[in-house]
């Protein structure tokens, strides 16, 4: 007996990192809040963002019995 399975679509997900402009720092909820970097006490009030995209393509897979 085969049984196929395939991945319905393609899951995607994609992650978006709060920097901070000026060192490059990744920002806490907390910092972002309070609009401060806590290393460096840059105002956070126009933070870099890096975008990144995830494409998790599950290939399609057979058991056989
Ligand atoms: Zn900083």
Do not use: Y
Not at 13 to 30: G, M, S, T, W, Y
Not at 31 to 48: F, I, Q
Request: aromatic content about 4%; proline content about 6%.
């Amino acid at each position: 007996m085969v049984i196929e399975k395939q991945a319905i679509g393609d899951d995607c997900a994609h992650k978006v990192e709060i920097l901070c402009p000026n060192c490059d720092r990744d920002i806490d909820p907390q910092e972002l809040a309070a609009n401060k970097c806590n290393d460096c006490g840059h105002d956070l009030s126009d933070p870099k963002q890096n975008v990144e995209i995830h494409a998790t393509s599950v290939p399609a897979f057979a058991i056989t019995f």
